[in-house]
C-alpha cells in the first residue's frame, strides 16, 4: 500500500474509512471504533496518518496487540532511500516483463525471416540482393497494414508525410528489416560454420555504439572490465577468422552494421525531450512510409534482376500456408517495432538498444569453437553495465536523490543481481556437491565436511562465520499436540579453546566427540522433555587465538532436563574431560535459564500473512487464521 492510498482514508465525507498507521503497517480501523475503549476521537485524530508514537505511549497490553491482527491491511510501501539487493521486487518484475516483451518479438522475426522465403523458392546459399527479398516485402507490407490502422483509428497526419523524420524513420525501419534478413542468411558454401554470423556482428556492434555513445553523452569512460570483454570478443572472432567472413560473405558484416546503426537511430527518436503526441505521429507517418522505401528496394530489383523477378513472380502461386507465414511475420514485426520503441521511451534508448542485442547475442552464442569466448566477453560487458548502474545508484543515494532515480534502472540492477547469483549458485552447487559427497566418502564415517550451498551476505571483515547444527526429535517435530514442545527451561554453554595451543586440536576433537555421543542420546525414544538442541562453532574469532563453540539446549521444564543431565553418558564423560584434566585448553560459560513470564509464540497465515497467536498468552498458536480461516504454517516453538 502506498502512502497516498492511506492518506485517503482519513474518515472524510468523500471516504468515510478510517486507517491509521502503526510501525509502518496500515490498519482499518472502521469496524473498531465504537469498541475502541478509549473512544473514537483517538482513532479519529490520526486517520490517515501515523499513529505510532500514540499507540505506544498508551503502553497497550498484549490481548490489544493480538486483536490489532485482524484489522491490518498490509505494510505501507515506501520511497527506498538506497538500493538493497533482493527488496526490489516490483521493479524487477518491470523490467523482467519489459525485457520479455522487447526481446520475444524480435526474436521471433529474426527466426521468421531465417526459416522462410515468405511464399519464394528458397536459395541455398542466397547473394545479398536474393536475401535482401524477405526483408523488403516485410518492410513493404509493414507500412501498408500500418497504413490501414492509422486509418481506422482517424490517426492519418498528411503534413506529418513531408517531414524529414518521418521520412528519416521510414528509411531505417526499410534499412532495419532489410538487414535482419540479410543477416539471417545462410553461409555461402566453403564458409565454416563457427565463422560469426551476421547476427552476431551486428548484436556485437550495437553493444559497442552504446558504450561509444555514453562514453560521448554521459562522459562514463570505458571500465578495464568493459576492454577486458571487447579484448575477448576481438579473440573470439580472431580465432573464428573474422576476416575471412568480411572477404567471402561482405553482406553479412554489412547487415550487421545497419541493423545496429538503424536500431541505435530509432529507438533515440523517441527520446523523452519531445512531447509524447509529436514522437507518436512521426513514428506513425515513418511506418507508413516504410511501405514506400521498401517498394522502392522491390522495384530495383525486379528491374535488375532476373531471377528476383522470378521469385516475386511465384508468389502469386503460393499457398495459403504461405500466406499465413507471411502474415505472422508481418504482424511481429509490428510489434516487435512498437515494443522497443516503447521501452525506449520508457526505459531507456541505450536499455532498448542492449535488450534487442541481448536477444540477438542469445540466439548466436555458443560454447564450442570459440563461441565460449564471445559468451564470456558478453558476461563481462554486463558485468560492467551492472557495475556502473550500481555506480549511478550509490551517486544518487549520496546526493539525497535516490527517489527521483527512473525505476527501470533500480529493476535492471536488481535482475543483474539475482540473475549471476542464482547462476553462481548453481554454479557452486554443481561443483561443491560431488566433491562433498567423494571427501566424506573417504572420510571416517565420525567426521564429515560440509559448505553452504546458497549464498550469504558479506556483514564485514569484523564478522566471523562458522557452522551450526540443529537437532529435533522426531517426536516433537510430529507432535500434534498444542501444548506439546512448549520450552520452559533453556541451558547454554558457551566455550574456548586456543587453537594455537598444541593440545588446541585434540581438545576441540575430544569436544566434539563428546557432542556427538549426546546427540546419539538425544535420539533415544526414552529421552523425554527434549525440545531442540542448537550447536554453533566458530574455528577462529578474529583478533583472538581461540575458536568458539556455542550450544544451546530447550527442554519442557527444568525437571525433565535434570533427569537427563544426571543420568546421561555422554554428559558425564563430558564432565570427567573438564575436571580431570584431560582437556587442556577449554574454559566455558555455563547457564541455566528460566523464562519469567510466559512464552509468546506466534504463527503466521499462509493466505493473507497475518500474525497468528493464541489468545492466552504462552499457548502455541492456533493452526488456523482467525481472520481468512486459512491454515497456518504450523511452526515449532523451538
Not at 492511506?6 to 502503526?22: C, H, M, R, T, Y
Not at 513493404?140 to 497494414?145: D, M, V
Not at 576433537?509 to 533415544?524: D, I, R, V
Request: net charge neutral; hydrophobic share 45%.
Amino acid at each position: 500500500m502506498r502512502e497516498q492510498d492511506l492518506a485517503a482514508k482519513n474518515g472524510s465525507a468523500f471516504d468515510p474509512d478510517v486507517w491509521i498507521e502503526v510501525d509502518g503497517i496500515a490498519y482499518d480501523v472502521t469496524p473498531f471504533l465504537k469498541d475502541h475503549p478509549g473512544g473514537e476521537a483517538p482513532l479519529r485524530k490520526h486517520a490517515g496518518g501515523d499513529a505510532s508514537q500514540a499507540f505506544h505511549r498508551v503502553r497497550h497490553s498484549m490481548k490489544a496487540r493480538m486483536t490489532m491482527q485482524k484489522y491490518m491491511v498490509g505494510p505501507i510501501v515506501r520511497g527506498a532511500t538506497r538500493y538493497r539487493i533482493f527488496e526490489h521486487g516490483e521493479e524487477l518484475a518491470s523490467v523482467f516483463l519489459e525485457g520479455i516483451i522487447n526481446s520475444l518479438p524480435l526474436g521471433l522475426v529474426a527466426c521468421l525471416l531465417g526459416w522462410g522465403g515468405l511464399g519464394m523458392p528458397p536459395l541455398s546459399a542466397p547473394d545479398i540482393e536474393s536475401a535482401a527479398l524477405p526483408g523488403l516485402i516485410v518492410a513493404t507490407l509493414f507500412g501498408c497494414i500500418l497504413c490501414v490502422l492509422v486509418l481506422c483509428m482517424g490517426q492519418f497526419v498528411f503534413s506529418a508525410l513531408l517531414r524529414p523524420g518521418a521520412h528519416g524513420v521510414g528509411l531505417c525501419l526499410a534499412v532495419h528489416f532489410t538487414s535482419l534478413a540479410v543477416a539471417r542468411r545462410p553461409p555461402p558454401p566453403g564458409m565454416a560454420p563457427s565463422m560469426p554470423s551476421g547476427i552476431e556482428i551486428g548484436a556485437v556492434i550495437l553493444f559497442f555504439l552504446e558504450d561509444v555513445l555514453e562514453v560521448m553523452y554521459c562522459g562514463e569512460f570505458w571500465a578495464r572490465s568493459q576492454l577486458l570483454g571487447g579484448g575477448v570478443v576481438a579473440a573470439s572472432w580472431a580465432l573464428r577468422e573474422v576476416h575471412v567472413v568480411a572477404q567471402v560473405a561482405p553482406g553479412h558484416v554489412m547487415a550487421g552494421l545497419a541493423f545496429a546503426l538503424s536500431t541505435v537511430w530509432l529507438v533515440r527518436r523517441v527520446n523523452k525531450t519531445r512531447p509524447r503526441e509529436v514522437i507518436a505521429t512521426e513514428v506513425l507517418m515513418g511506418g507508413i512510409l516504410c511501405a514506400a522505401y521498401g517498394a522502392l528496394g522491390l522495384r530495383f530489383l525486379w528491374a535488375s534482376r532476373e531471377d528476383v523477378r522470378e521469385r516475386l513472380e511465384a508468389i502469386e502461386s503460393s499457398s495459403s500456408n504461405d500466406y499465413c507465414y507471411t502474415g505472422l511475420t508481418v504482424l511481429l514485426s509490428i510489434i516487435a517495432v512498437a515494443t522497443r520503441l516503447n521501452s525506449g521511451f520508457i526505459c531507456s534508448p541505450s536499455w532498448s538498444s542492449r535488450a534487442a542485442a541481448f536477444t540477438l547475442l542469445c540466439a548466436s552464442s555458443g560454447v564450442f569453437n570459440y563461441r565460449w569466448l564471445m559468451t564470456l566477453g558478453f558476461v563481462i560487458h554486463l558485468y560492467a553495465v551492472g557495475d556502473r548502474t550500481r555506480s549511478v545508484l550509490q551517486a544518487a543515494r549520496a546526493r539525497g536523490i535516490f527517489s527521483q532515480v527512473h525505476p527501470y534502472l533500480i529493476g535492471q540492477q536488481a535482475l543483474w543481481d539475482q540473475t549471476r547469483t542464482a547462476f553462481c549458485t548453481l554454479g557452486w552447487k554443481a561443483v561443491i556437491m560431488p566433491l562433498i559427497w567423494i571427501i566424506n566418502y573417504i572420510l571416517p564415517n565420525e567426521t564429515l565436511v560440509y559448505a553452504c550451498t546458497i549464498p550469504i551476505f558479506d556483514l564485514g571483515d569484523n564478522v566471523d562465520l562458522g557452522v551450526a547444527a540443529y537437532f529435533a526429535p522426531q517426536a516433537a517435530k510430529r507432535s500434534k499436540d498444542p501444548n506439546s514442545g512448549k520450552p520452559d527451561f533453556f541451558v547454554c554453554n558457551v566455550g574456548h579453546i586456543d587453537h594455537t595451543h598444541q593440545a588446541g586440536l585434540s581438545d576441540m576433537q575430544y569436544t566434539m566427540n563428546a557432542l556427538g555421543a549426546c546427540w546419539s542420546e538425544f535420539k533415544k525414544p526414552e529421552v523425554k522433555g527434549m525440545i531442540a538442541n542448537v550447536v554453533a562453532v566458530f574455528p577462529h574469532i578474529s583478533g583472538t587465538t581461540f575458536a568458539k563453540e556455542l550450544n544451546l539446549s530447550a527442554w519442557e521444564s527444568a525437571q525433565a532436563a535434570h533427569e537427563w543431565y544426571t543420568s546421561s553418558e555422554g554428559h558425564a564423560r563430558v564432565m570427567r574431560q573438564h575436571s580431570g584434566g584431560l582437556l587442556r585448553t577449554f574454559g566455558n560459560l555455563l547457564a541455566s535459564l528460566k523464562p519469567v513470564g510466559n512464552l509468546r509464540h506466534q504463527d503466521r497465515c499462509s493466505r493473507c500473512a497475518r500474525l497468528v497467536e493464541a489468545e492466552t498468552l504462552g499457548d502455541r498458536a492456533p493452526r488456523y487464521c482467525g481472520v481468512c480461516g486459512a491454515r497456518t504454517y504450523g511452526y515449532t516453538y523451538f
